[in-house]
Nanobody, 126 residues
Framework: QVRLVESGGGLVQAGDSLRLSCAASADTFSTYGIGWFRQAPGRERGFVAAIGWGRGGTYYADSAEGRFTISRDNAAKTVYLQMNNLKPEDTAIYYC???????????????????WGQGTQVTVSS
């Protein structure tokens, strides 16, 4: 398993932007696919975006497509989620997860991800 730490959440207004970061401890960070998931109060945790290992292809949930951008910096062992034009329905705790040798689509579908961060709260006011 790899240790993950999310940061960058906060309280913003609708239409604002935030950039979340997911910093990893793994020496072999480039071999991990990374995904972002979110959980709103009273709802199940759901997929937001993912980036595959290495150079990383990307994949987005419909709700994130066109507004969110996932990227990775393997030298910094960090994956970013740039979130633009935020909406109140984006309010949730955002988690990142990792899986070795996973592409973005596998990260979105997997029900057995073992490495998770502690989450960062994003609150969007209307």
């Amino acid at each position: 398993q790899v240790r993950l730490v999310e940061s960058g959440g906060g309280l913003v207004q609708a239409g604002d932007s935030l950039r979340l970061s997911c910093a990893a401890s793994a020496d072999t960070f480039s071999t991990y696919g990374i995904g972002w998931f979110r959980q709103a109060p009273g709802r199940e945790r759901g997929f937001v975006a993912a980036i595959g290992w290495g150079r990383g292809g990307t994949y987005y949930a419909d709700s994130a497509e066109g507004r969110f951008t996932i990227s990775r910096d393997n030298a910094a062992k960090t994956v970013y989620l740039q979130m633009n034009n935020l909406k109140p329905e984006d309010t949730a705790i955002y988690y990142c997860a990792a899986d070795a040798w996973a592409n973005a689509h596998l990260m979105a579908r997997s029900r057995s991800l073992k490495s998770w961060g502690q989450g960062t709260q994003v609150t969007v006011s209307s």
